[in-house]
């Protein structure tokens, strides 16, 4: 006889109002972006389908949008309609053997479901406090921080397949997950993530801190396994010190966060930088190193660009709206940094932030 016991209960999450302005500018955390021909929010499962569908059989162009905190929208708009998701609800089926396993809506607030977790000790995400955005947008680029990405605690995402009218449920292992990117970012904008599931651990502990920087900051080893809660604060506390964690008094944080991702390079690419250059292996023989250092290095400083539009003060991987930014002043500034590191390293930099009717300047090495 099993001595599992299990219990399954439903948490209400935090409802926000939902301006239903049609200017991208007032969803986006940059802060820029022109109107969208129709903006709707989706606050159900079945109205999402309903109005996604409905687009899609009458040729209407579709931009799914969570928090905006990913987004660089064009001063024209986006020509088509915006839908904001906003389904919510958090189930959770917990058994001392099989630990938690959790639904939780596309539309939930992302920070809010992490300190959920962490007051319920279901272990796993509590390096990922702070990454602003919705739950549904978490798959999309397998999102990630501080030694942890959510692939490591997602068991499934369930989908509305636009191009097959169906829904589809993909397994972790079907959702091709890589350093930010996912099957779903590759095929950008088939599926509609409608609900992510996740299995966590039981117990007040983190995973095993795997960053160095912020087992620095905790007092402990990589590798040590702390209070969640303490994982949570600390993580917050560097966040913060770097303007990853919103706030609208503080233009550092009027940011899509890292603007580049971090490239992987061949071997041979890899050998042509610096000696100091950082590289961490990525598998196959290939290399990441830090978009960050190639932009310092490239002679690129906090505060790089105009009174519009800058890196951040406080972290050169952000670009910021320093207050009356469009998003062709932010184009501006984030091509020149790109050419100069193509100039000076050889490596293009690539966009992690998704541009809607942008496109960067070409970068030639
Ligand atoms: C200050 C700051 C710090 C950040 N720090 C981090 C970090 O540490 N790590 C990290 O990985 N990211 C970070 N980000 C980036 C961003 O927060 C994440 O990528 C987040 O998951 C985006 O969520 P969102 O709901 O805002 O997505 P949006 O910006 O609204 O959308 C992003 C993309 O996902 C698509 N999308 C959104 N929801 C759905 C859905 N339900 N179904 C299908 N497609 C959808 C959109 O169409 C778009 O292509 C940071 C951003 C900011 C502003």
New binding site residues.
């Given amino acids: 006889m099993s001595s599992c016991s299990a219990d399954r209960f439903e948490v209400a999450s935090t409802g926000r109002p939902i301006d239903p302005s049609p200017l991208l500018r007032d969803?986006?955390?940059?802060r820029v972006g022109g109107a969208a021909d129709r903006f709707v929010v989706a606050g159900s499962e079945a109205e999402?389908i309903s109005i996604v569908t409905d687009c899609d059989e009458r040729g209407v162009p579709v931009?799914?949008?969570?928090?905006?905190?990913?987004?660089l929208v064009a001063d024209a708009g986006f020509p088509g309609t915006v839908v904001?998701?906003a389904n919510t609800g958090i189930e959770a089926d917990v058994s001392a053997c099989g630990g938690a396993a959790v639904r939780v809506a596309?539309?939930v607030d992302?920070d809010d479901f992490v300190a959920h977790a962490v007051a319920q000790e279901w272990c796993g995400i509590e390096t990922?406090s702070?990454?602003?955005?919705?739950?549904?947008?978490?798959?999309?680029?397998?999102?990630?921080?501080?030694g942890a990405?959510?692939a490591q605690t997602i068991s499934s995402v369930r989908?509305?397949d636009r191009r097959d009218r169906a829904q589809k449920t993909f397994p972790v292992v079907d959702c091709g997950f890589g350093y930010?990117t996912s099957r779903?970012?590759r095929e950008?904008?088939r599926?509609?993530?409608?609900e992510v599931s996740y299995q966590f651990t039981l117990g007040n502990l983190s995973r095993p801190i795997a960053y160095s920087e912020l087992a620095g900051r905790l007092g402990v080893e990589v590798g040590a396994r702390v209070d969640s809660r303490l994982v949570r604060e600390k993580v917050l506390e560097i966040?913060r010190g770097k303007?990853?964690?919103?706030d609208p008094s503080d233009h550092d944080?009027?940011?899509?966060?890292?603007f580049f991702t971090n490239p992987i390079l061949d071997a041979d690419a890899a050998g042509a930088l610096p000696d100091d250059a950082p590289r961490f292996p990525a598998g196959g023989g290939r290399v990441k190193t830090s978009a960050a250092w190639l932009i310092q290095h490239a002679g690129f400083s906090r505060g790089y660009g105009n009174a519009r539009a800058a890196l951040s003060g406080k972290h050169v991987l952000?670009l910021t709206n320093r207050g009356g930014a469009s998003a062709a002043d932010l184009v501006e500034v984030a091509g020149q940094v790109r050419a100069g590191v193509a100039e000076r390293f050889g490596v293009t930099l690539v966009p992690?932030?998704?541009l809607?009717g942008l496109e960067l300047p070409e970068a030639s090495s």
């Fill in positions: 969803h986006t955390t940059l999402l931009l799914i949008l969570g928090g905006g905190s990913n987004l904001r998701v596309a539309g992302w990922l702070g990454i602003p955005g919705s739950v549904g947008a978490t798959p999309i680029q397998n999102v990630g921080a501080y990405e959510v989908t509305w930010r779903f970012k950008p904008g599926y509609v993530v409608l966040r303007g990853m964690v919103l944080t009027w940011s899509a966060g890292s952000a992690e932030v998704n809607i």
